[in-house]
């Protein structure tokens, strides 16, 4: 196994996902029959479809198989400029696909919603120029958190619904957390949840949980135990990105609590320091995003 593969691995992948990483290709039957005979990087960088994003060195496109929707990344590779840059910045590069995979595959295990993948394959070469692309399954009659949170704007919640909505982000984020993942992107914009879940947390009717999902993952990692400066990075990204919705002190309170699972005074008690400065960074990105309009400034407000 190559460097690169190893910058990544946490040590907890099944074998069959860290047998994949080692081969550079993963392909799941029902692709691999719609594929055989064929190079499967190029069949992959060959799929047209909708374009939902690209940067630099990056595709993801929504494409129909057959009678399947799926989501295709592609990865260009980033050069050598780019990953210097994040080495000298201590941050951990991203060069393929290869992160989504294994941090898919490793969520699928622990039972946390996120997209199944059904190709994955890595190229030759060195990490700065290798393509790569993964390939996953659709997920149908979903939307973004930040969709929801957009339409309170004309549309405000009730109590109930704004309430089950925050416990269902904190349980969320906890066992995302305690599996041993990090997103590094962990704003409400990746997470999901299915309309007709959104329906019923609107009623009046008593509910057991509120599952979510989540996506966008060519960044994650995964740890033994997550270390403290990458929680709180998680965590005030999170926060961050629900202060415009009308969610008061006492509210993230409520989080902390929910988020892990203890009283809250017991809570503060041992990790009243991580918590303090969560608030703090998420405050220090507000501003940050009020200088760059990117926040409206409604919680200043409150």
């Not at 592609?74 to 060069?95: D, R, S, T």
């Not at 902390?256 to 009243?272: A, D, I, K």
Request: glycine share 8%; with cysteine.
């Amino acid at each position: 196994m190559d460097s690169g593969a190893q910058m990544f691995l946490s040590g907890r992948e099944d074998a069959a996902t860290r047998k994949a990483v080692r081969d550079k290709l993963f392909l799941r039957p029902d692709i691999a029959s719609k594929w055989a005979g064929r190079d499967p990087l190029a069949s992959a960088f060959a799929l047209k479809g909708e374009v939902f994003r690209q940067v630099k060195g990056r595709r993801t496109l929504k494409v129909r198989i057959g009678d399947d929707d799926f989501f295709v990344k592609l990865h260009e590779g980033v050069g050598w400029a780019e990953i210097f840059k994040n080495w000298l910045q201590f941050k951990h590069p991203v060069v393929g696909a290869d992160n989504e995979f294994v941090a898919c595959r490793g969520l699928q295990a622990a039972g946390i919603p996120a997209p199944v993948p059904a190709a994955y394959g890595c190229g030759p070469g060195n990490m700065a120029r290798r393509a790569s692309f993964i390939l996953c399954e659709a997920l149908h009659n979903f939307e973004t958190l930040e969709d929801v949170g957009l339409a309170w704007t004309t549309h405000p919640p009730n109590g109930i619904t704004r309430l089950r909505l925050l416990e269902a982000v904190a349980r969320f984020a906890g066992q995302f957390h305690h599996a041993g993942f990090i997103h590094r992107d962990f704003y409400i914009c990746h997470l999901l949840i299915s309309r007709d879940d959104l329906q019923r947390v609107a009623g009046p009717q008593p509910l057991a949980g509120v599952p979510l999902a989540v996506l966008d993952l060519h960044r994650a990692r995964r740890f033994n135990v997550v270390p403290a400066r990458w929680l709180k990075r998680d965590l005030a990204a999170l926060l961050f990105s629900t202060l415009d919705l009308g969610y008061s002190v006492r509210d993230w309170l409520r989080f902390v609590r929910v988020y892990s699972g203890r009283p809250l005074r017991e809570e503060m008690q041992l990790n009243g320091r991580l918590w303090r400065s969560v608030y703090k960074r998420a405050m220090a990105l507000y501003k940050k995003g009020l200088r760059k309009g990117l926040v409206t400034g409604a919680f200043l407000e409150i």
